[in-house]
C-alpha cells in the first residue's frame, strides 16, 4: 500500500483509532506532534474538502494561506492516492 508501511506505523495507528473523541485526540496529537505539524495536517485536510466541493486555488490560498504547491500535492493524493481523503469525507457526509 505505501512505503512506509511497517510495524512502528501499524502500531501508531492501532493507537489512533483506540481515541473516543476530539478531546482525546487533541491530547494525543499534542504530545506526539508539534503545534506546526498538526496545523499543516489541518489546512491540508482543509484542502482538501475544498478540493472536493471544486473550489479554485486562488480562493484555497485566499481562506486558508496554503500555498499553492501544497494544494497541487494536495491535489495529486486524488489522482496518485489510495482515496483516504474521499474515504473520510463520505463516511462523515454519511453519518450527518
Known sequence: MTKFKDAYTDEMFEGILKLKNIDE?????TD???PREIKSMAQRYTVAKMLLDKRVYSDIVNETGASTATISRVNRSF???FDGYKMVFDRIKKDK
Open 32 to 34: 506526539l506532534c508539534t
Open 79 to 81: 489522482e496518485n492516492g
Open 25 to 29: 485526540c487533541y491530547a494525543f496529537f
